[in-house]
Protein backbone atom coordinates (compact mmCIF):
# COMPACT_ATOMS: atom_id res chain seq x y z
CA UNK A 1 0.00 0.00 0.00
CA UNK A 2 1.08 3.59 -1.28
CA UNK A 3 0.63 6.70 1.23
CA UNK A 4 1.36 10.16 0.17
CA UNK A 5 5.04 10.16 1.23
CA UNK A 6 6.07 6.72 -0.68
CA UNK A 7 8.99 7.68 -2.45
CA UNK A 8 6.90 6.30 -5.67
CA UNK A 9 4.19 8.42 -5.18
CA UNK A 10 6.52 11.36 -5.25
CA UNK A 11 8.10 10.60 -8.07
CA UNK A 12 5.14 10.26 -9.73
CA UNK A 13 3.69 13.29 -9.12
CA UNK A 14 6.87 15.11 -10.40
CA UNK A 15 6.71 13.06 -13.76
CA UNK A 16 2.90 14.41 -14.62
CA UNK A 17 3.92 17.86 -13.01
CA UNK A 18 6.69 17.77 -15.70
CA UNK A 19 4.30 16.65 -18.54
CA UNK A 20 6.31 13.50 -19.04
CA UNK A 21 3.78 11.73 -17.99
CA UNK A 22 0.08 11.93 -18.16
CA UNK A 23 -2.11 11.14 -15.26
CA UNK A 24 -3.57 7.73 -17.12
CA UNK A 25 -0.12 6.64 -17.06
CA UNK A 26 0.15 5.85 -13.58
CA UNK A 27 0.26 1.95 -13.42
CA UNK A 28 -2.47 0.00 -11.70
CA UNK A 29 -0.04 -1.08 -8.63
CA UNK A 30 -1.68 -1.44 -5.38
CA UNK A 31 -3.35 2.02 -4.54
CA UNK A 32 -0.94 3.67 -6.48
CA UNK A 33 -3.05 5.39 -9.24
CA UNK A 34 -5.76 6.50 -5.94
CA UNK A 35 -2.76 8.20 -4.35
CA UNK A 36 -1.48 9.98 -7.14
CA UNK A 37 -4.81 11.30 -8.30
CA UNK A 38 -5.57 12.06 -4.15
CA UNK A 39 -1.68 14.14 -4.10
CA UNK A 40 -2.44 15.88 -7.47
CA UNK A 41 -5.95 17.38 -6.45
CA UNK A 42 -5.23 18.77 -3.12
CA UNK A 43 -2.07 20.73 -4.64
CA UNK A 44 -4.73 21.94 -7.43
CA UNK A 45 -6.79 22.96 -4.50
CA UNK A 46 -4.40 25.00 -2.53
Known amino acids: MFTENSGLVAIWVQLIRAGTY ?25
Request: charged share 30%.
Open 22 to 46: TEDKVPALSNLQDIVHQVLNEEAAE
